[in-house]
């Protein structure tokens, strides 16, 4: 699915992914955010007992659009202000993050 990845686009409070056949997701920043893909980020959120702890923090923060910057292709670079600038954000993990992908553990 996610190599059908056509478009991205930023409201103020969530991002909407649209596919080349029409199917259109939309994930809210904070969500987003708990699924950070940097080397910081993503060891909490492949833990199951920290992962909460991500989310919690992650819904205290001003929610914030952040900044996005195609890499290639096939994945986005989002800067936050409140940090986390360094995670590659490929089109399959938004598409993941999008479909509870990654809620169950692997
Ligand atoms: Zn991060």
Redesign the pocket.
């Known amino acids: 699915m996610a190599d059908r990845l056509k478009e991205l686009e930023r409201a103020d409070d969530s991002i909407t992914l649209r596919y080349v056949d029409g199917d259109e997701l939309t994930i809210p920043y904070h969500e987003l955010r708990a699924w950070?893909p940097?080397a910081?980020?993503r060891p909490r959120w492949k833990d199951p007992h920290r992962r909460l702890g991500l989310a919690e923090e992650v819904k205290r923060l001003r929610i914030e659009m952040p900044k996005a910057e195609a890499v290639g292709r096939y994945a986005v670079r989002f800067t936050w202000t409140s940090?986390?600038s360094s995670?590659l954000w490929s089109f399959e993990h938004i598409t993941d993050i999008a479909l509870n992908r990654l809620d169950v553990d692997h």
Request: with cysteine; net charge positive; glycine share 28%.
């Open positions: 950070c940097c910081k980020c940090g986390c995670g």
